[in-house]
């Protein structure tokens, strides 16, 4: 009775399994394809005993999900750049047709064609492409277009020689290709302007950032000048009077004293006339020095105006350089009167007097100092000394490196200042066998 109930069992579950169709072959589940299937389920000749169900195995299949085209119509800066490369080729095509020889039309047919092929293929490309930017194919496309009529009427004026459109007809007004030209012109412009906008707004931050740096090294450069200038005018006013009393009282006065105490005989017995010249001499040259400073400090001062007084110039300067043993070598001619300040003025020419004399390789070294028309002249018979190089001297920034051995006059910078304060002009003339350093007096 058991082994009935349980064959009765067994016969159901079978029967019931393909009434049901468990055949899951279209059942999709979170992308996998399941199928199951149940077809042998036997029982042996025994009803005591049930086979084995030979159950099949569960096959799935894996279906990626199709991605959504994406319309993309940014264009990208290699978008920009192709689409320019293509207007450029409409721009660089010939205005007119009329007047070509045959064989270049044919040349310009060639290079048509060549750049029709490359668009289609790269039109093609951009349509195989899943995120498609419509807009660059749209100009691709009319670029094509366009350049299918310009081969048209290259055909067309081969055959007839004249300039046909598409159609066949005289072209007397402006075609469709002009205006598909302008058209892309003005988009292209239009891109290009936005770049160029943007460049120029990233420039003008840059700038303002670089502005606002320089703005506060400005301001720490001036405050560093307001520190040292009233520093110099201390210096100045130290210069000015305490080491005036020194210079030009106190030991004036103390050697007239002690020339006063002591006899000829006492200055013999000790040996000390020497000495006392010496002592003479040195402070003559103090004081010379002292004037000069004391005339430099001055321009310190904001608004100066110098202190001029009318000499003679020949007279002037020859008693500024006659103590001095270089004095030998210099000629002075006439050169009437002058009104200058007598310790800058003779300063400035001493320096060029010093440097006529300093870069010289004569074996006799001479200065010549003489007015020629509106100028005083400064001649030297040394190295020569152009006004290029002047000019790269007195560059206000120029860098040490920057000026040979043969550039660095001593004092020239300071020279160049003083005349200038005079209202006279420093130029420079490179003679053969010497050099002009000339003097606009007038």
Known sequence: MKKIILLILVTLVSTGLHSQNLNYNDTLVDGIDVSW????????????????????????TWIPPEPEPVDETKLSESDLASIAEDLQFLTDLPKSYTDLPKEDLKNVLVQIDNKINKLTAERDLLLAQAIRNEELIKSKENTITSLSKEKNIIGLTLETDDLMDE????????????????????????ALGVVILFVLILAVVLQRKRIQVQDVEIEQQISDIAKKNSYLEHAARIIRHDMHSGINTYMPRGITSLEKR????????????????????????????????YEFTNLVKQ?????????????????????????????????????????????????????GLSYNDSEVKKVKIYNEEEY??????????????????????????????????????????????HGFKLSCEKIEGGTKMKIKIK
């Open 37 to 60: 299937s149940n077809d042998n389920l036997q029982i042996d000749g025994d009803t005591s005993q049930v086979a084995a169900m030979d159950i099949q195995e569960i096959v799935t």
């Open 262 to 293: 002591l006899t000829v005989e006492d200055i013999q017995r000790l040996k000390i006339e020497g000495a006392l010249k010496m002592v003479k001499e040195g402070l003559n040259h103090t004081q010379k020095v002292y004037k000069s400073v």
């Open 167 to 190: 159609n066949g007809n005289l072209m007397t007004e402006k075609t469709d290709l002009e205006k598909q030209r302008e058209t892309l012109k003005k988009y292209l412009y239009g």
């Open 376 to 421: 005083l002249i400064v001649e030297d018979n040394g190295k020569g000394f152009s006004q290029k190089q002047l000019e790269k001297h007195l560059t206000k920034y120029s860098k040490k490196a920057d000026v040979t051995g043969e550039e660095k006059g001593l004092g020239l910078n300071i020279c160049v200042a003083i005349l200038e304060e």
């Open 303 to 355: 608004n100066v105006v110098l202190n001029k007084s009318i000499v003679d110039a020949k007279d002037l300067i020859w008693k500024y350089i006659s103590p001095n043993s270089y004095s030998s070598q210099v000629e002075i001619s006439d050169l009437g009167d002058m009104e200058v300040n007598e310790t800058l003025f003779c300063n400035a020419v001493e320096n060029l007097i010093k440097n």
